[in-house]
């Protein structure tokens, strides 16, 4: 079975910086697209960003608000995707979601539990 966990949120000032982790277990890694996605309160969960199984750092893809802000990579011997975000804003804070999606598969349909981060103005 096939297990996501985050860490690696908590509570950060407006232009501050976190960096997320997220270790997938029960599978081989390489075989995996990895996702981020976040849900405000009373708001839609949203794409943030992904790494497809065969990309590395160059075939990231971002939503527009966090183009140059944030970025995802990975390290296959770890088992362990990252989401380093940087110059985070207030509106940003929200719990921040690890997906899986395997080789194959149409959707994202591993999710971890949640980490939050937070951002005070």
């Known amino acids: 079975q096939v297990q996501l966990v985050e860490s690696g949120g908590g509570l950060v000032q407006a232009g501050g910086s976190l960096r997320l982790s997220c270790v997938l277990s029960?599978?081989?890694?390489?075989?995996?697209?990895m996702a981020w996605f976040r849900q405000a309160p009373g708001k839609e969960r949203e794409f943030v960003g992904a790494?497809?199984?065969?990309?590395?750092?160059?075939?990231?893809y971002y939503e527009d608000a966090v183009k140059g802000r944030f970025t995802i990579s990975k390290d296959i011997a770890k088992n362990t995707v990252y989401l380093q975000m940087y110059s985070l804003k207030p509106e940003e804070t929200a719990l921040y979601y690890c997906a899986a999606r395997e080789i194959g598969r149409p959707d994202y349909d591993i999710w971890g539990q949640g980490t939050q981060v937070t951002v005070s103005s």
């Open positions: 029960g599978r081989t890694f390489s075989r995996f697209g």
């Open positions: 790494i497809p199984w065969s990309g590395d750092s160059g075939d990231t």
